[in-house]
């Protein structure tokens, strides 16, 4: 069943990081979302994937993992500790929200920000209830794969030949409950037609299954 959202701008840590929340009126989980290198909050495909959680009753929030300045360092953009660390204050600063705390949490991570968002749910495993991988580049949290305690979905389009590969090696790191899925015929950016909507759909059934707000 189709549901009605309310969108409001936020503003996330220290670092005043923008940000935008989507709230359904009766949400059964958070899901927050860690970009990939020189994307951001308004990410497109993010934001596609994010309207469609919501829809179906999810609360997303879509938010800056650099300020702007820190943005024009391109080190900054593969620092995956320090994007580790900017989604650990997201998800505190949600646990922390009053309309939000009561809420199970999810990550969903594109390209380098499914490193970020692994190392995020190694370092917060009672707050961290399931983990989505989109394209992601899992490899570059080797360290934490190990330390990962939610259950994780990788997601890989079947033409990304390399990327495969490194959700393969990464898959076999992961203690947790873990499941690789490769959807035919997509490319890296997931653009082809159908494409986006089988990542959507995979990721719903994913935070469906595991994030539950009662």
Known sequence: MTQS???TAVVIGQQGLEGVLRKPSQPQGLVIFAHGS????LS???SFVAEELSKR???TLLFDLLTEEEGRDRRNVFDIPLLGD???EAIEW???NVALRELPIGLFGASTGAGAALVASAATPALVSAV????G???LAEEALPLVKAPTLLIVGGLDDEVIELNRAALGMLRCEARLDIVPGATHLFEEAGALETVVSLAIKWFGSHLSAG
């Open 94 to 96: 949600a646990s922390r």
């Open 5 to 7: 959202f309310v969108e």
């Open 137 to 139: 580049r899992p490899d």
């Open 38 to 41: 020189g994307s951001s909050r």
């Open 132 to 135: 989505v991988s989109r394209g």
């Open 57 to 59: 009753g999810f609360a």
């Open 86 to 88: 900017r989604v650990v």
């Open 44 to 46: 497109p495909r993010n």
